[in-house]
């Protein structure tokens, strides 16, 4: 059976979004505690592509399927977890990317929404921070997963960032404040 299109974010109010996340069934990967079973042969590129034996993998519903059972360990390592297996796989940078954004409301009072490439929704808040290593911004996900902003979706971020008046420059979401760092960590180095 096809999955169903994903909703047109951009059409979605805040309110539509925290129902649909709400509605999100995910499995419970981290009371799955199997035997390592060794390597998946897979890699998720710094891009957000996901590979399997060094050729992308081509099918949407395929990533997306694999991106619910993707846990991050302890150790910082990732892997593919069921019931009865558990795989290491190799990610590059973040496992997801936050590709879109949703606005609501201004300054303190501001709803931030993200799209993922796994069209996954995620609204930034005090659960799911947002944090800024120089200049590459992360979302946090779950489970210690973390989502990559895009460069267009980062662009907007720092339009508001640098236009709100907070001090330091930075970004409000669901209650929360997260500061804009806009130093890149390479400079310094």
């Not at 390597?39 to 998720?44: P, T």
């Not at 973390?146 to 960032?161: D, G, P, T």
Request: aromatic share 8%; hydrophobic share 40%.
């Amino acid at each position: 059976m096809p999955t169903p299109p994903p909703p047109d974010f951009a059409n979605l109010s805040l309110a539509e979004i925290a129902r649909l996340v709400a509605e999100q069934k995910l499995p419970p990967v981290d009371k799955w505690n199997p035997a390592h079973c060794g390597h998946s042969d897979m890699r998720i590129a710094r891009d957000g592509t996901w590979y399997h034996q060094g050729s992308p993998i081509g099918r949407t519903a395929m990533v997306k399927l694999f991106s619910t059972i993707l846990r991050r360990e302890p150790d910082g390592s990732f892997v593919l977890v069921t019931p009865v297996e558990k795989l290491d796989i190799e990610v590059e940078d973040a496992p997801f990317q936050a590709v879109e954004l949703k606005i609501e409301g201004s300054d303190t009072e501001m709803r931030l929404a993200f799209r993922l490439n796994t069209d996954e929704l995620v609204t930034a808040g005090s659960d799911h921070p947002l944090r800024f290593d120089g200049t590459r911004p992360y979302l946090h996900v779950r489970g210690g997963l973390e989502a990559l902003v895009n460069r267009a979706v980062y662009y907007e971020l720092a339009q508001i960032a640098l236009s709100n008046g907070s001090e330091p420059p930075g970004l409000w979401s669901n209650g929360a404040f997260f500061p804009f760092d806009t130093q890149d960590p390479e400079a310094d180095a």
